[in-house]
């Protein structure tokens, strides 16, 4: 009998371990995660397009080795009956990204992993790989491609409480520089009066304190599988950094794999929402844990620390804010439905704000040539009154003399400011639009040679590319902007009054005017010198047409287009962060049409619905889900 | 140094015209004086914007302060320097042109200022600029000009597209005398209708390919006993 319940044991344990698919072993630390169903759309796509994408950046390295050139993902070994589940997340201590996926053909996929290793295993059952900052789990018939990165704060941390243990010196950043400069340029702290100064004055951490966090690195040294260099004492400060990360780095990829494989624990597990969100038949879900970001936040750990009681009221509030959604691939379209969930407290706010009627006075001055717009309609005013009714008693509990001070100035603020006046002169509702490039007038200086070479400046005109944007807010009291416009107007000669609208020289790059029309209603600034001289009141029958007017209007708070072949090129790079220029490069060379609705809010969820019309063939729909999919995770990073 | 390093790379960036006039007037007893003009104004538009950010690229974008109080900490260390005098720097931060002038005693005290006050300013590793320092040579009765090596090294550091953002730019390098011009060795270069100044106009672009280009000794008539 004892056997025969052994077996059944074994027997449960061996096919828990096979029975569980790709979406069981995504991270409970996973903030963000893609689950691709249909991945069979995919086996078109090019192995070298696919590690283009921002969502495969930790494959970059791996996979342009050339090992899939000319491949497409049918030949690497996947398979294409399980999900491919992208996810990424940031904790307090390391970031961590990955994918999970089916794996057919083990000889296959090593096919295109080539330059992955095996490894000595650390966990039953499982084969570990690893190659540069990359490794690959496989359990069963499921790989597990994971990249664990310890945040610099926390390496910095480390690595200077050692460095300094051990009597060396103050070492400056070189700011314009790309990396410590730590051997040629440290400073003796006894030299340095600065330093020494701000040593004293700071209370810096105890001796006691520096010696145990040596301590730790070396009992994680030790109880890690890998030693990176026994002679750590001799280390200069940049590699001492290296091997703080590298130790670190160990460390948290062992708990994260321990937590997932021999403690059974994963997201799917831990979050019942995204298990409901995987039984869905599309061709993919997304999801989005805005609580977690929020609470590990570096802003919020200092709110835990400096007042823990407000921490927990906000943790409360933004409990359950969760975005999820599903992929649908039309014939000629891609769609992104998402459904943005939150508690009711927080949702009547959101539905306060979002309760503003459509101003349509805003489609006159959105031309139909337009290469994007989006227009924005809420409420500030009620949004206003809601957050007071709910975020101000959590601020009068607070026992802290800033935060006393802080309701106190907003009380008298509240008891004696005119909102009506003020919320009637900004009350939310704005529209952007962006019209492409044109020439505009800008002076230069040349210099001139005479016959000796003598030279002399001259100040030339020339013309040069500038981006057209619009931006305006809908008021009802154009007297209060008049009343800032007409005394900015006595304060510089730059800025003119032109009658239906202002001019204000050089206010743009410090090179082209800014025009502002403050008329019918609106608030508008542009440096469309067009619309500004030629269409005070609108672009009349140039505008957009009735019926992109009907579809602006009946979205709820908002709407926004863009034509991305329009768009595209004719962005100015310069002005967008790192992480922006990514997701327009990932959607260069694109064409079609990409519109953003949204529904009425409620207080617990709103809708928003992401479609890309695509233009050209349908013979490659799975190039157009990694597109979606990566432009969303871009977004939700 | 860094920081004006780094302006001058924002205008090659953002595929932008940059107009450099090297000019240096020589006196017959070999002192003379440097000016050095940097105008960026063509591109005042896209280097606003980038001076709007705070990073480009992963590099710190300099704020307008910043890069004013580089070059007066530029001027401070140049005119401590041996054999230099009268250190001027003009920065009109609206049109983005730099104007540098100075005198000097000697073309080699010139040399060894630029360098030394380049490997303070950069604190680059000093076997860098120190292996040909003679990118100027005044004979008394000739005068060669050429391209310092750290400059042709740095020129290989740069990347091909940032390579292919020079063809716009202008490198004009003026020298001028108190005696006649009796000829000059390189073919492109003008001679003024006073024959008293030298000029050899090159395009950003074609220098970064062919370094020497500006390679040229100019040969003085003789002086009168």
Known sequence: MKLICLFVALSLSISGVYSQNSEDFIPVDAVTVFSLNNISLLQKVSLDDLVKYEFMAELEQELFDGSTSGKSIKESGIDFDQKLNIFYGRGDEYEVAGFTFGIKDLNQLFTVFDDFDEQVSPLENVKYYSSYFNHLLVRGNVGILIRVDPLPRVIGEIADSIWYSRGNEYIPYDYYGDYYQAEEETISAEDEGYFQESWEEEEGPSEEEIFNVEDEIEEIEDGADYVYDEDIASKNYNELRDSVYATLQQEYLNNICVELIVNNKNLKKEDKELATLLTHTSEGVFYLDNSRNLTKSQRFGYLQSILPSLHDEIKELYTGNKIMGDFILNESSIEAKMTANYGEALGSIYTALNDSKFDKKVTKYIHKDNSAYFTYNVDLYQAYEKAYEIVMPMLRDEKNTSVTSSVLTIELLNAFVDKEALFDTYRGSMFGTFNGVKKVLVRRIDYTYDEDFNYTETEVEAEEDMPIFTLGFSTKRNDIPNIVLEQLAKMTSEFKNMGKYWRFDNAILNSVPLYIINRNGLFIMTNDEDLAVNHTDGFGSERISRKQVKLTKKTGFVYGQIDWSKTISNLPREIFTAEQNKLLNSMHGKAGMMTLTSSKTTTTTTHFNLKYDFNGTYDNPGQYILDLVNSLYIIMK | ?225
């Open chain 2, 1 to 225: 140094m860094k920081l004006i390093f780094s302006f001058l790379a924002l205008g090659f960036m953002l595929s932008s015209c940059i107009e450099i006039i090297d000019d240096i007037t020589m006196n017959a007893d070999g002192s003379g004086t440097f000016k050095y003009n940097v105008n960026l104004s063509v591109s005042k538009v896209k280097i606003n914007s980038v001076l709007a950010l705070d990073s480009l690229e992963g590099k710190k974008i300099p704020s307008r302060d910043e890069i004013k109080g580089r070059i007066n900490h530029f001027v401070l260390v140049l005119e401590q320097k041996n054999g230099i005098s009268n250190v001027i720097v003009d920065s009109d931060m609206e049109n983005y042109i730099i104007k540098l002038t100075c005198d000097f005693k000697s073309v080699r005290l010139l040399q060894d200022a630029i360098t030394s006050t380049l490997e303070e300013e950069l604190n680059e590793n000093s076997n860098i600029l120190n292996e040909n320092l003679d990118w100027l040579t005044w004979t008394g009765d000739s005068f060669a000009r050429s391209i310092p090596d750290f400059t042709i090294k740095k020129t290989k550091q740069l990347k091909p597209e940032e390579i292919s953002l020079l063809k716009q730019g202008n490198y004009i390098c003026i020298s001028r005398f108190n005696r006649p011009v009796k000829e000059c060795s390189n073919a492109n270069a003008q001679i003024a209708k006073n024959n008293l100044a030298v000029m050899l106009k090159t395009n950003a672009y074609s220098l970064s390919q062919n370094l020497n280009l500006l390679e040229n000794t100019i040969y003085l008539s003789a002086l009168k006993p």
